[in-house]
């Protein structure tokens, strides 16, 4: 019997339907090569995911599926697209194509996140339930995509009405023998979900009484980050799981874990029954560097340039974008204004020189200076966080000036901590096309930035930037503490309301200050405005500011 | 027979659940004033629509209940509101709660659209069909909410499974008699849309053999636009329709049309069998207005800043905002550099002396040297466009600061034409919290602005700025046509690709030169980029850049 399965693990790019299509069929052939005799592609690979209002145009859905229909595989192969809708009225499908062999669909996936970052229900019309892949390359194969088979472990917010896994092991009891069951999936990332999806792909093992095998995509579309991890578990718990955040083919052995074979960069873990995935700041790092570099290098930009202040999050932003496109690659320039103090420009320096990436220092003090003349007596009689945007905003129109003289992209520096404050400047240091650190509380860059240091082996992060008291130096002696809570605070009240969705109430029953609760609550409420023009960011953590937050925009009325 | 029941036409603010109580409560007394013994709100009353991500807070979605459950109407009332979800991992649903007499939950929305500007299955969990209030004021009344009366005329984009009014007329043919049906609606204004829910209610009423009541959401929240027009309407065909864009009730009579009465500014429009409604440029007008005026009052906003060009674009912005918030809240700044010609200065001082608006000169060149000194060398070497984006981006810079001095909102002046095209400047012409005109094609902006100048009685927008070459001022010489088709062209081909869904070979078979489709079509793609991150707009079009337009970013890959 043929005991060889491969799953395709792909960083494909959304709409890049030929591109796509190419890669599967060198994966597929690599895979005959090191002996599997069936290949598996994630969810939706000849389209990408997330495809979003692609999918509305029917040109787009029907040159996925012919292409996927006529793809040129050396062995058989269960190909992920968008399939055409049944009827003239309805939506097309989020399918499984069977080629190589003969042509053939397979199935449609039947449970459509519509939570979160997914909206499968505004595009897609569900499928009636798994199916069922016969005597391909010898075997019977049971066909799930992605979110069926989390319903059987739990794993949703929500229940559904059907078990798409409990429908399979339905067919088993009246006969159906099955050699396996796969799942095409592009579950994203956010950190500790790797080890639920191994929980997924076990529950659904044990209950099937055969190997499942997961195929997942890698990779950063948009703001989507995939972080690959194929999976095959066995109904005792065994689990052999794929390399994050790299392409390849996971050569899965139904009869072995020791068979399995990864090709590719690294190599395969094997979990015994119980033992859990972990992973830690590395893993964090790797998944903010490629969503920097897979949102260049998919939209075609090869340099980038940013504002150096001296501070930790622009640091770590540098260091990001050095290791995204390279430090020849990377522009930084240090803009001090007559607030800036010394050690922020060395500070900016000593990194820049760790990093070996290309660095100016460009004072703003006279363009300030114009600025301010011109706007003299509208900044005497208003509001004073005018004249501290102002700098920042000069600044941005300095990094902007640089990106489009150089064709350059400029990156937006600042941490999910302050941006949920509104601790930050429109059109200032928000200016950019992406922002790598948005979905990181203030804490977590620290950590990064640590880790960074170690993981090129020296200091690119200063001692200096990674102690000295946080500020925007917008004005003289100015601290962020001056006007939020210390970040330790900050980040767990905004980890528990946004991640976890704790009231005031509840947050301020875990022992946290009831004025500093609601201020916190309050600010994030009000400053919706402002992240609604916020560059795009790799969503890292449980629930991102954007498509997983998407409070009302005009009624700022706090309903509590 | 009870024969008078009440549509509160209300204008919700989201999030604002005692106010919005308060106002439905106000409004049922003014119509058992009148004569009503029932009264019914609009979908999600309590709440205001759309709550988006508040709805995902149980104790949001409990404080709107308990408010409509204990709602103090003098008459008993039907009232929309979320209702809270049957089982522990379950949604919500968007219901209709009956008060005043006694309190019970009658019905949930069955057809959640998810499509376009909506997303409620990711909110809500569906209902199980319509159903029916017994002996409420002494009538037996059929309940729906919104979309679950769209299926029944084929006006949805795809169809559902079931459809609700063919159910209350399959309980007809059972033997239930109902006296009339209400649908409780909170349906997104876009242009010529209000006749289609006419053909709705009157699709209904005609099967159901009974009157059809629709009560509609009016007013902005965000980027949804609300025209109102509750319509009730008869089996024959006949319609009585409330006036648009604004508060109030329409007492109807089931009896006669002619006994319909409007509590509130303006007057119903009675349509005979087969008579459509029609809107034209005053609507539009209206529509915009409101959305702005709204999205200020509801957001705390009392005064807006714009720049004033002399051009079309910001012309109607200074008129649209004078309109929105009173001539006296508003500041135009004309801010000429040496590209700026004196028609522009004089067409900008006509305009705001026209409107009342406060007006200032402040010319950029000493601004614009400076900066051009600083960077001189990235100018030098680079892309021109660097040098042509720094001037707008120093207008935002004074824009932005007069607005953070002053406390007041800069409004982008951009229409959707420019932005579909990315001719426009991130930062600078794009700065703002909020882009009147986002949603209006360029000629539309022209066709407003005459418009405007009727309603007023006199030149707001002057001959000059009507009917000159439409130029960015960037540089020397420079005209729109010299990178873009002209704009009726340009128009054109947008709307057939946006609004129609026709791809570029579909648009060529209609006569458009080949290589000028091709282009806007790339351009379109290209700057997604910058689209995401523009202001909210209102949304007046049939398919508006933003939430019903969400291609993928990342992947400039054009599929074609």
Known sequence: ?????????????????????????????????????????????????????????????????????????????????????????????????????????????????????????????????????????????????????????????????????????????????????????????????????????????????????????????????????????????????????????????????????????????????????????????????????????????SKIVLGLSGGIDSALAACVASAAVGAENVTAISMPSRHSSQHSIDDAKATAEALGINFSIQPISDLHSSAESALKETLANGNPVAAENLQARLRGLIVMAHANANGAMAIATGNKSELGQGYCTLYGDMAGGYAPLGDLYKMEVYALAREYNQRLGKDAVNESTLTKPPSAELAPDQKDEDSLPPYPVLDEILRLHIEDGLDATEIIGQGHDSMVVKEVLTRLARNEHKRWQMPPAPRVSKRAFGQGWRQPLAARHDWR
């Open 1 to 301: 019997m043929a005991s060889k399965i491969a799953l395709l693990q792909v960083n494909p790019i959304v709409g890049d339907i030929s591109g796509n299509a190419a890669k599967v069929c060198e994966f597929s052939k690599q895979a005959s090569n090191a002996g599997a005799s069936l290949a598996v592609t994630t969810e939706l690979a000849i389209s990408g995911y997330p495809p979003r209002d692609l999918l509305l145009q029917p040109d787009f859905i029907r040159a996925c599926h012919d292409t996927a229909s006529t793809l040129e595989s050396v062995i058989p192969i269960l190909v992920g697209t968008p399939v055409p809708s049944v009827g003239e009225r309805s939506l097309p499908g989020n399918g499984v194509v069977r080629a190589g062999d003969s042509v053939r669909e397979v199935t449609r996936k039947q449970l459509l996140p519509t939570y979160d970052v997914f909206d499968e229900a505004r595009y897609f019309e569900s499928g009636k339930g798994p199916g069922i892949a016969r005597t391909i390359a010898g075997l019977d194969i049971g066909v799930t995509i992605c979110e069926d088979a989390w319903q059987h472990c739990g794993a949703t917010p929500n229940d559904y009405d059907s078990d798409p896994i409990l429908h399979i092991v339905e067919w088993g009891r009246q006969g159906v023998v099955l050699d396996a069951t796969v799942n095409l999936s592009a579950s994203p990332y956010h950190a500790d979900k790797s080890s639920i999806r191994v929980e997924v792909a076990r529950s659904a093992a044990a209950s099937l009484n055969h190997p499942f095998l997961l195929a997942n995509q890698v990779g950063a579309n948009d703001d989507l980050l995939f972080d690959g991890r194929s999976i095959i578990a066995w109904p005792d718990g065994t689990a052999v799981v794929a390399p994050s955040w790299t392409e390849g083919v996971l050569v899965a052995d139904l009869l072995s874990p020791d068979a399995c074979e990864w090709l590719g960069d690294g190599d395969v873990t094997i979990l015994s029954p119980g033992e859990e995935l972990t992973s830690g700041d590395d893993d964090l790092l790797d998944a903010v560097i490629i969503g920097l570099s897979d949102y260049c290098r998919k939209s075609g930009i």
